[in-house]
């Protein structure tokens, strides 16, 4: 079992920036995927940025260039940059991890709200 605690979400203006957490705990050495992913009032929750064990990184495309994913093994935080932010941006953060390559099991953290607005 794995435990997700996100955080740092909160209120910015259009172009400000914010950085969100997830905290995992648990069984969770060694994760092979983690992604934040988001969901805006009346629409699916779509993946936003993904990271994996090698490093290896993925942007949905309307983030590319202003987002940036990131984790911390020795802490086991995955971190999501959001810089130049936009009003679209504004929706409900999840964080997803998928702890092995060999298994389609995965863990969701409570979501954390990011409000872009002036």
């Known amino acids: 079992q794995v435990q997700l605690v996100g955080s740092g979400g909160g209120l910015v203006q259009p172009g400000g920036s914010l950085r969100l957490s997830c905290a995992a705990s648990?069984?969770?050495?060694?994760?092979?995927?983690t992604g934040w992913y988001r969901q805006a009032p009346g629409k699916q929750r779509s993946l936003v940025a993904r990271i994996f064990r090698d490093g290896g990184t993925k942007y949905e495309d309307s983030v590319k260039g202003r987002f940036t994913i990131s984790r911390d093994h020795a802490k086991n935080i995955a971190y999501l940059q959001i810089n130049s932010s936009r009003p679209e941006d504004t929706a409900v953060y999840y964080c997803n991890v998928r702890p092995s390559r060999f298994s389609a099991q995965n863990y969701w953290g409570q979501g954390t709200q990011v409000t872009v607005s002036s």
């Open positions: 648990g069984t969770a050495a060694n994760i092979y995927e």
